[in-house]
């Protein structure tokens, strides 16, 4: 049974440029979060996709962009990168929108991405 | 705003000590509650979970019992071994349910 999985696991970009980040979710999950791990800070939540919507969002600009496919799958788009959002990038999926009380969630590795 | 806050790291013990990482929150309600760990070049794992006052969530040795008279969640072990050597969150689930995490603490078991 496979888990979450993201893509690429390191990038680097420069200031300025566009990245796209990737995630399937574990087998039998409709629900992807994503987070961003700044270094030494604990993950923060960035939003939630839901049947291919997307449900609830965290405190980010709108830089940050995100799509769910039909297969659950989810993009994490960020634009005009600054050197702040160097961090890691964690993927959850869970089964519902999450508003179980039990709030379980299955985090991918994450992808590093590094702006210069 | 809901938050969390947990002791800061790093905490360093030899094998076999006692663990005591403390975690406090600010929620409206009575969240439910989380600790999860994150080892070396692996993505977040759920260690356990309470959803309630006054329930323990157990897992691995590891123990934390939900205090809503002391809003806390302190995480607890009585005898760790090197292959605990992790980072530690705490995290609750926010009214828009989604999880809130502390900065974490870094362990670091010697043998």
């Known amino acids: 049974d496979a888990g979450v999985t993201q893509s690429p696991t390191h990038l680097i970009k420069t200031r300025g440029q566009q990245v796209t980040l990737r995630c399937s979710p574990k087998s039998g999950h409709d629900t992807v979060s994503w987070y961003q791990q700044a270094l030494g800070q604990g993950p923060q939540f960035i939003f939630q996709?839901?049947?291919?919507?997307?449900?609830q969002r965290g405190n980010f600009p709108d830089r940050f962009s995100g799509h769910q496919f039909p297969n659950y799958s989810s993009e994490l788009n960020v634009n005009a990168l600054l050197l702040g959002d160097s961090a890691l990038y964690l993927c959850?999926?869970?089964?519902?929108?999450?508003?179980?009380?039990?709030?379980?969630?299955?985090f991918g590795e994450g992808s590093r991405l590094t702006v210069l | 705003g809901d938050s969390v806050t947990q002791m800061e790291g790093p905490v360093t013990l030899s094998e076999e000590a006692f663990l005591t990482i403390n975690c406090t929150y600010t929620?409206?309600?009575?969240?439910?509650l989380f600790w999860y760990v994150q080892y070396p070049g692996e993505g977040l794992q759920l260690l356990l979970k309470a959803t309630k006052a006054d329930d323990k969530g157990s897992n691995k040795g590891f123990e934390a019992t939900y205090r809503k008279e002391t809003t806390s969640f302190h995480l607890e072990k009585g005898s760790v071994q090197v292959s605990d050597s992790a980072v530690y969150f705490c995290a609750l689930r926010g009214s828009q349910g989604n999880l809130i995490f502390g900065k974490g603490t870094k362990l670091s078991v010697k043998p």
């Open positions: 929620a409206t309600g009575y969240p439910s």
């Open positions: 996709y839901y049947e291919e919507e997307e449900r």
């Open positions: 959850a999926s869970s089964s519902g929108p999450g508003q179980s009380r039990t709030g379980e969630l299955f």
